[in-house]
Every structure is written in C-alpha cells, then in structure tokens.
C-alpha cells in the first residue's frame, strides 16, 4: 500500500516541511520528503549540529539551514515540521512548534514523561494545529491488512495478542555505553505498545508485568543499560497481550504481530527482505533486512504522505484532507507512553505496576 497525494494539483502549492533533526532518521524523513512525496518541499533543516544539517541540505536540494530549531518556527512559509531530534528534547518543540502554528510530526516517545506530553498536547489543542505521531508499523501493509482482519472481526474476540522487536546485532552491541537508560521501552517497545493497543482498539491497558536484563551486553547493566524484555500486559477487556525486545538478532530484523482470538488468528511481520528462497547444498536460506528503514521503507514513506496530505488540507495546498484512520494521534502516544512508563516502574519494583488511565489529564 502507498498513499498517493491526489489531494494536490499541478498548479497547487507545494506543502513546505521543516526538518528536526539530522540524525539518521532524521536524514531518512528528509530524503522522503525531497525525493518520494509529490508535492512536498523540504524547506529547511535544523541542528545544532550544523555540518550534518549542511551536508544534508546539499545532498537533498537547497533547503535552508539553521542550528535552531526556533528560525523554522518562525518562518512563515514553512507549513509544518517534522521532529526527528533526541527524544528528550519533544514535547518542548511540540509546544514550540503549535505555538507557532505549525502543523507537527514528531518520531516516539513523543514525550518522556505524561507530564511533558499532557502539557505539550494541551498547546497542540490550543492552537488548533494538527499532531501526528511517528508509529510506522501502523503504515505497513501486512500490519494494516491483519487491522482490517481484526477490526472486520474474522479473528473473534481478541483474547492473546503478542508483538516483538529485535534489532539486528553482532553478539555485541557498540553503542550500548551511550544508550539511554530505559530506551528499551521508551523507544523500542514502545512501537509494539502502540501495535497491541491499536490492534486491541477500544480496551485500554490497565496493568503490566516487565522483565528486563542485559543478556547481550552485562557489563553495561550497572549503567542503567538494557538489552533483553519481555512485557505481558493485561486490556480492560481481559486481553492478555506479550511484548519483547532485544537489541542483538544475529540474523537480521525481526519484527512481528499476532492477535489470536475466539474465531481464530492473524499474524503480520517478515524475517525476509523478499519472499524467494534459495535451496543448495548448504540448505536453504534467504536475505534478510538489517536496517529498519530497510524493513519498513514504504510505511516510513506513507506515515509522511498522510502527514502531507493533512497539511495540504489545512493550508490550502490541496483539497481538504484529514487524517487517516490509521493515523496515530496524541492520545495514540499518550497511550503507548503510559505503558512504557508503567514497565519501568514494574522493573524497578519487581511487580506488576497499573498504567495510568487515558484520560489522567494533564500532570499525570
């Protein structure tokens, strides 16, 4: 599946983009908004980091380039920006930018605590600008298609639910010394939170169970470092639902989905970049991808175009278009956040911990 921008006219405006951040995500967004989605200009990037900003402006066009993020907000012919910095810095340029009205993609966590996201979310309401949270898996065509399964009700009631992340790995993991503590939750599982959540729509997280080590890379454990988690998660609908994590899949990304219910199961996710395999002598075998934006290139692409298109609706680049159903929004994030937060207390403390109600407010 692609989204294809129809909302835009041969004469119509393009919809200009500030980039956030010129890490590798960040370069991956701006490579798709130059190069794959019609219509959609990048007009500028920022990073204090400005080499970075610079070398990637000039590989892409000739997009603006500052080391604050602040001269994108100001710019009146930016329609948008997309938040790819460190994830410690995004609920304040999710407030920045919506006070500038701004329309804002931001990659996850979208906060790092419910206090900085309720806060950041309430001046997103204020300004009446459109949010948007980088969940990919939600773009995915086999993800979407066991959506459209589960929401169709072919799988029943959903009783067992399950999502896994591993990361491609060497036996060893070299930026472990530099990783935040708790990113295992914060930005890696929490895409199988929002995954369970959303393929169990309309029950809410209410209690979770964490485990957690440094299996792969011990020596780092007494630095907060952690490289191994299993979650089990109980849904106000009594769904029971298993997240894991590694950060050291030897043979490549592995990332899967899987709801069983009353009525039967489905599953999405690849261990493959294509379905050929080979059979030889040595047995058989088959490519397998080792970089996400390699795994999940046309959702990363797609979350973007429904991005677009919404801003194109809204400033008049194009017809007026909303969001998609499938696009995770505030309380998508809010949600997720909330699970992976209630993991790190439930590590912490050895037990199970309760998530904190939807609808906690702000300072939750």
């Known amino acids: 599946m692609a989204y294809l921008l129809e909302t835009f006219t041969a004469s119509a405006p393009a919809v200009r983009l500030g980039l956030i951040g010129a890490g590798w995500i960040g370069a991956f967004h701006a490579e798709s908004i130059a190069r794959r989605l019609p219509g959609v200009e990048l007009a500028a990037v920022a990073d ?9 402006a000039a590989r892409l066009g000739d997009a603006r380039v500052s080391a604050d993020a602040a001269d994108l907000f100001a710019d009146p012919d930016i329609d948008g920006v997309v938040i790819a ?4 810095f995004h609920a304040g340029l999710i407030s920045q930018a919506a006070a500038a009205g701004k329309q804002v993609f ?15 979310l309430a001046d ?10 980088g969940f990919n898996r939600r773009y995915a065509e086999d993800f979407l298609a066991a959506k459209a399964d589960i929401a169709a009700g072919v799988v ?4 067992l ?6 990361d491609p790995g060497t036996g060893s993991i070299p930026g ?3 990783t935040p503590p708790w990113t295992i939750f914060l930005e890696t599982l929490i895409h199988d939170f929002d995954t369970l959540n959303w393929f169990n729509a309309g029950a809410e997280p209410v209690e979770v169970h964490a485990v957690a080590d440094a299996l792969v890379e011990p020596g780092f454990k007494d630095q907060g470092f952690l490289d191994t988690a299993v979650v089990t998660i109980r849904y106000g609908n009594g769904a029971i639902a298993v997240a894991e994590a590694s950060f050291s899949a030897l043979y490549g990304y592995d990332i899967r989905g899987e709801v069983f219910g009353s009525k039967g199961m489905v599953q999405a996710g690849r261990r493959t970049e294509t379905a050929a395999r080979r059979y030889t002598a040595g047995g058989m075998s088959a490519d397998t991808p080792r970089l996400n934006v390699e795994l999940f290139r046309q959702a990363y692409t797609d979350e973007l175009a429904d991005f677009a298109a919404t801003v194109a609706g809204r400033t008049g680049a194009g017809g007026p278009v909303e969001s998609a159903a499938t696009t995770p929004t505030g309380a998508d994030a809010r949600r997720a956040l909330a699970v992976a937060l209630a993991c790190i207390e439930s590590v912490k403390t050895g037990l199970p911990a ?4 939807a609808d906690a407010g702000a300072g939750a």
């Open 85 to 88: 910095s460190p994830a410690r």
């Open 354 to 357: 309760a998530v904190a109600p």
């Open 106 to 120: 931001c990659e996850k966590p979208a906060a790092q605590s419910l206090g900085e996201l309720d806060a950041a």
């Open 156 to 159: 029943g009631r959903p009783q």
């Open 161 to 166: 639910l399950r999502s896994l992340t591993r």
């Open 176 to 178: 472990a010394a530099r």
């Open 124 to 133: 997103v309401a204020a300004a009446g600008v459109h949010f948007q949270v």
């Open 48 to 56: 204090p980091a400005l080499d970075a900003a610079r070398a990637l």
